[in-house]
């Protein structure tokens, strides 16, 4: 594995304008190689903004988002399609709310995240219509991918049922085996714990864990439930109101007054004065 | 209050009166207004000028049917309980008939090959029942066309026929002016549809939906209309005649020497030529449904699928849609070029009135009647609405009468097509159909 403290992806002075609203603002952080890190923040932070100027599914007004592949080479995410961003700086990405191909199998689903390696090992499909063998080797070896990630997330069983008739947390688990299966270098979780029961969640920890120990995939993770985050992440940044206010690791943050202001420890009672301090915080911060 | 509506209709009493006639009274109102005037007074022409002659009767009856109509509709199949499914046919049915299909599906399809192969030599086939199975033919294969661009693609295009019409005068023209063969213009018009398809395609593929509808089909008539207007290349509303006949290889289909029937030894017939063009037909859709099929066992086919499914996932996992869009566009109109270029050969004359609007709705209608992304389906749906068209011409007047009201009845009975089950492309145990209501449909459906 390469040098753990080494930079898989810097951002900088990351801004994001909706009309009148702020939804990022002057943004920066770094996410390290082999290091699995969250971006949380209360509901309406602009969290799942961030990731959408990320994966280039928003253009950013201002900021550059560099990816620094493993191979040495770096890519300007801010001036990629989308897709491209996928397919050539090798980061992948989840939906907060799933976005599966519902009416194909779990495998087709598997399948079609390795479609660029198999489009060309069907020579742009004119190859494949013929059956070549290097296409046949391409096809075997990418079914085994995608059993190989069956079987880590449980699901070999029903590896031949529509996606959309699995139960809600499987459908989690195989967006994250889909995002895996185009061979990322960073893959991006929007809030993967939404929605999921202890036990489940519980899974997905593991899931995580197993992904950063054995891929060398870099883990960027969204999330607004603080508590997921702390057991498993390496390193937490803070944002609220498109402000980040902490940078550090889980202790840090834990500790940070500007935090538990925004977030933690905020008894029912509390809350109308914490609300009056966030805001505070927040206009101080855009001061 | 829904409520106590039910459980009373269950009892056979308690029905809301009040309600019913008010509904009533709304549709003889709306009867009156729209019969009253198109139907009670009808303008003749007389010696001297117009004279209007008073139908109040015809008019009464009309409204009378419709209201008694709604008056039964509401007493019977409105009184449904709300909620469940929108179709009126029991769940539990629908359920049988999915399996009974799925059952037959593996056998019938193989029947239906030989039948089509051994048909032209069947004791009852004469010319017409001939000329009516190349009619077929023809809109299987476009109809396996362009179930590739709304089946599995999910784009909905509109304007399929102007491909269809490209291939077609590729053919014509290329024939006129360079005196080129059937055989070497046949690829040669499927690449210049192919090419027209990519040519429109990349303006076009950016929109989403309806809009992508409404443009494709704006572009089907402005083919149409380019080739009605340029007449000193097209022929204009004119046409292009004279179009070479298809040879068997080189041999043509003529009387006497160095003819077919002479060079096999057979006596002349001119059905020989007829059964040819059956074959031929045969072959291309065949081509095309073999293409198809083994399309969709590719990355490029299963990415038409999942674009179908969801196209912000799709680009999520690298996939370039706007590519994977062109070639499913490219692809459906090579085939509608192929099939051009045989129905100029077959018919030995086109002019721009082959290629209008109502071929490209028949030809959708082909492919959403027989379940979107359905082979089988497609065959099924082309020889229900073509063959119908024939059997109900004597019925000239009331033709496109019944063909709507058992598109509608269709419709209501099976939403999904009539095969809309989805088969996966791939499997690592047993292959299980997808049921259809949980397969996507696309943009713009
Ligand atoms: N496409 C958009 N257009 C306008 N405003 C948006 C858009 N996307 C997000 N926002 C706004 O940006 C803010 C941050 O939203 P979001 O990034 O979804 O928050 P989070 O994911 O942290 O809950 C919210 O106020 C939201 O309304
Ligand atoms: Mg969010």
Not at chain 2, 190 to 209: D, K, N, S, T
Request: glycine content about 10%; some cysteine; charged content about 20%.
């Amino acid at each position: 594995m390469a040098d753990k403290k080494a930079p898989l992806l810097t951002v900088e002075h990351l801004t994001m304008r909706f009309g009148g609203l702020l939804a990022v603002n002057d943004l920066s952080m770094t996410a390290y190689r082999g290091d699995i890190t969250a971006l949380i923040g209360p509901n309406g932070a602009g969290k799942t903004t961030v990731f959408n100027c990320l994966t280039g599914f928003y253009k950013p007004t201002e900021g550059r988002i560099t990816m620094h592949r493993n191979d040495g080479e770096d890519f300007l995410l801010e001036r990629m399609d989308d897709f491209r961003i996928t397919k050539n700086a090798r980061f992948a990405r989840t939906f907060q709310n799933i976005r599966l191909f519902g009416g194909m199998t779990v495998l087709e689903n598997l399948m079609i995240a390795q479609h660029n390696p198999l489009m060309r090992a069907s020579k742009q499909t004119i190859g494949g219509i013929f059956g070549i063998a290097s296409f046949k080797r391409a096809e075997k070896e990418a079914i085994e991918r995608a059993e190989y990630w069956l079987e880590h997330i449980n699901l070999t069983q029903r590896a031949d049922d529509a996606a959309a008739d699995l139960p809600y947390g499987d459908q989690r688990k195989l967006e994250i085996a889909r995002a895996m299966c185009t061979g990322p270098e960073l893959l991006c979780l929007d809030e993967p714990a939404a929605g999921l029961n202890p036990a489940e969640s519980e899974e997905l920890n593991k899931l995580l864990l197993f992904v950063r120990a054995e891929c060398d995939t870099g883990i960027l993770l969204i999330e607004h439930d603080m508590n997921v985050v702390m057991g498993i992440s390496d390193h937490i940044i803070v944002l609220d109101y498109g402000v980040k206010i902490a940078d550090g690791t889980a202790e840090e943050v834990r500790s940070d007054p500007k935090v538990i202001a925004a977030y933690l420890g905020v008894e029912d009672e509390e809350v109308d004065a914490v609300g009056h301090e966030i805001e505070e915080t927040a206009a101080e911060v855009r001061q | 209050m829904a409520e106590a509506t039910q459980t009373g209709a269950a009892a056979g009493g308690g029905l809301d009166l009040s309600e019913i006639g008010k509904d009533l009274a709304i549709t003889a109102l709306l009867g009156a207004a729209l019969f009253g005037s198109t139907i009670a007074f009808k303008t003749e022409t007389a010696t001297g000028g117009l004279s209007l002659v008073l139908r109040f009767e015809s008019a009464f009856f009309v409204i009378a049917a419709v209201v008694v109509g709604r008056l039964i509709l509401l007493l019977t199949v409105w009184r449904r309980p709300t909620g469940g499914d929108r179709t009126f046919v029991p769940q539990a049915l629908q359920l049988r008939y999915a399996d009974f299909l799925a059952k037959t599906g593996k056998a019938f399809v193989p029947i239906v090959l030989l039948f089509a192969v051994v048909f032209p030599f069947l004791p009852f086939t004469d010319r017409y029942l001939l000329d009516l199975g190349i009619l077929i033919l023809t809109y299987v294969m476009l109809g396996w066309g362009l179930n590739i661009v709304v089946g599995l693609a999910g784009l909905l295009d509109l304007g399929y026929v102007a491909f269809y019409a490209v291939g077609a005068y590729s053919y014509a023209l290329l024939a006129q002016y360079f005196g080129l063969s059937f055989w070497i213009c046949l690829p040669l018009a499927g690449i210049l549809a192919a090419f027209w398809g990519i040519i429109l395609g990349f303006p076009v593929l950016r929109l989403r939906g309806d809009y992508l509808a409404i443009v494709t089909l704006a572009f089907g008539e402005i083919i149409r209309i380019v080739l009605l207007n340029w007449y000193n290349f097209t022929g204009g509303p004119d046409g292009i005649s004279g179009i070479p006949r298809p040879s068997f290889f080189g041999i043509p289909f003529k009387r006497g020497e160095g003819g077919f029937a002479d060079f096999f030894g057979l006596d002349y017939s001119s059905i020989h030529r007829i059964i040819f063009l059956y074959f031929l037909i045969l072959i291309l859709a065949l081509i095309t449904n073999f293409v198809t099929i083994r399309l969709r066992r590719l990355p490029i086919g299963r990415a038409w699928e999942a674009l179908r499914e969801d196209e912000i996932a799709c680009r999520s996992l690298g996939l370039n849609t706007t590519s994977i869009k062109l070639t499913a566009f490219a692809t459906g109109a090579m085939f509608a070029g192929f099939a051009g270029s045989f129905f100029a050969t077959r018919q030995g004359f086109i002019s721009p009135e082959s290629f209008t609007f109502i071929e490209s709705a028949l030809i959708l209608a082909i492919v959403v009647l027989g379940g979107m992304g359905s082979q089988i389906g497609v065959v099924i749906a082309s020889v229900a609405m073509i063959g119908g068209f024939e059997i109900f011409r004597e019925a000239e007047q009331y033709r496109m009468l019944i063909f709507g009201l058992a598109m509608v009845m269709i419709m209501i009975w099976r939403p999904r097509g009539l095969i809309a089950t989805r088969e996966p492309s791939i499997f690592l145990k047993e292959k299980k159909a997808v049921s259809a209501d949980m397969v996507a449909q696309g943009e713009g459906h």
